[in-house]
């Protein structure tokens, strides 16, 4: 289910003060002094504006939202400044803090010339199942049908675990579904052949090891004021002696399971992939080799988050109020992932719809008593929109 379906689709037709412009890129916000006063947006190629009356709310995600705070000049001055875009308001916080969940696929062969091989039948099986029953293998949920989170560290007083654990298994012969995913990775070519003969005679399960906390920050900012140009991001993955040490805890735990009597039973071997530099370490598997072989694999899960980040004022990063508006600002809010000053243990998706959910909570206890929508439910802020 998407969010927009989810929530727009549900109260479209019932809300005559929501208005929802499709296919529209907001460009800038114009402040006097400290308050919005209008939104610019483009539209097959014509500019509008919009004027405000009440709130903005800013979610954009967490590469745009700041990308248009700093357009709108609203961030680090000497940043704004080398970009010659007038300093609106100096707020060192944003497009800081950049934080992602980055992950190690290791793979397994499992049944090596046992495994029930994919056929063109079951192929068309599963697609009939699916559109009939909504059921069979199309329906999983992908990586994330089983889902481990798993705390390496045992010495750790930590709350949480440390790393989690996504499973995705290719039914030996299953070419099609292998090359998919190796290229959703953007594994190389000549790593995903050598899978893809693995798979001639083996099932292969890919298990990501992932970071749950990473130490590392990374950062954001602008190459361009043009608002078509995407900003730059530097990751800075890896960076953090503590984060490398987590992902090999988290290889060596994927070791462990690969003895275990569950995996034996299925001939469960970790696959050697050949990797030229890697190949040169004496011992395989050994942690200098699992290092080399991290530098090869390791892939973003696009959990980008914390790069406007929540915190009280004193805090020089911080960009918004724990009611999720820009500190030195009346009427703007940001209200998605880059809010989050840590990234959450987990998948973002969930955490970030909870944050929405917390910013209309916030925006309908500050116009309680002013406005009612239609059916008695949450008010929505009113623009109106000239030059449309
Ligand atoms: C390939 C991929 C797979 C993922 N898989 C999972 C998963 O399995 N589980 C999970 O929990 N999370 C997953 N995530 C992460 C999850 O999707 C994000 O954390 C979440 O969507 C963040 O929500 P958001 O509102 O912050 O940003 P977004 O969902 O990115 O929403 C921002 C919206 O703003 C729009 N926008 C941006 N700039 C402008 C502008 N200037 N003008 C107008 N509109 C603009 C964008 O088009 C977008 O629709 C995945 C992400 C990706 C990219």
């Not at 609203?74 to 916080?93: A, C, F, M, Q």
């Not at 089983?146 to 010495?155: C, D, H, P, Y």
């Not at 900003?231 to 003895?259: C, F, H, K, W």
């Amino acid at each position: 289910m998407s969010t927009g379906k989810g929530y727009l689709g549900a109260v479209s037709k019932s809300r005559p003060n929501l208005h929802v412009v499709k296919n529209a890129l907001v460009t800038k916000f114009d402040l006097d002094g400290e308050t919005v006063k209008e939104v610019k947006f483009e539209r097959a190629g014509v500019t509008h504006r919009v004027k405000v009356t009440k709130d903005v709310v800013i979610s954009a995600g967490a590469i745009d939202s700041p990308a248009l705070l700093l357009r709108s000049g609203i961030g680090p001055s000497k940043h704004l400044k080398e970009l010659g875009i007038p300093v609106k308001l100096d707020l060192p916080g944003v497009g800081r803090n950049l934080q992602d969940h980055v992950l190690v696929p290791v793979f397994l062969r499992m049944d090596e010339g046992q495994g029930e091989p994919m056929t063109d039948q079951a192929a068309l099986d599963s697609i009939y199942q699916y559109l009939i029953y909504r059921a069979g293998p199309l329906a999983a949920h992908s990586t994330a049908s089983l889902v481990g989170f798993i705390n390496t560290n045992a010495s750790s007083d930590g709350a949480y675990p440390d790393t989690e654990n996504h499973h995705m298994f290719f039914q030996r012969a299953h070419h099609a579904s292998l090359e998919l995913f190796t290229k959703g990775l953007s594994i190389q070519d000549q790593y995903t052949e050598v899978l893809q003969e693995y798979l001639k005679d083996s099932h292969l399960l890919c298990v990501f090891v992932l970071l749950s906390h990473p130490a590392a920050r990374g950062e954001l900012r602008l190459k361009s004021t043009d608002p078509k140009v995407p900003p730059i991001l530097t990751s800075n993955y890896l960076t953090e002696s503590e984060d490398v040490a987590t992902l090999m805890r988290g290889i060596r735990y994927i070791e462990s399971l690969e003895q275990t009597k569950a995996f034996q039973d299925h001939l469960a071997e970790i696959a050697r992939i050949p990797i030229k530099e890697c190949d040169q370490i004496e011992n395989y598997r050994s942690e200098e080799y699992w290092r080399c072989y991290a530098k090869y694999f390791t892939v973003t899960c696009y959990h980008q988050s914390g790069t406007v980040k929540m915190g009280p004022d004193y805090d020089n990063e911080a960009c918004v109020s724990q009611r999720l508006k820009v500190h030195g600002l009346e009427n703007l809010r940001v209200a998605d992932a880059s809010i989050m000053p840590a990234v959450v243990s987990a998948n973002t998706n969930a955490a970030t719809v909870m944050i929405g959910e917390r910013a209309a909570h916030f925006i309908q206890e500050d116009y309680q008593g002013e406005a009612v929508g239609a059916n008695g439910g949450l008010w929505v802020p009113h623009m109106h929109a000239d030059e449309f």
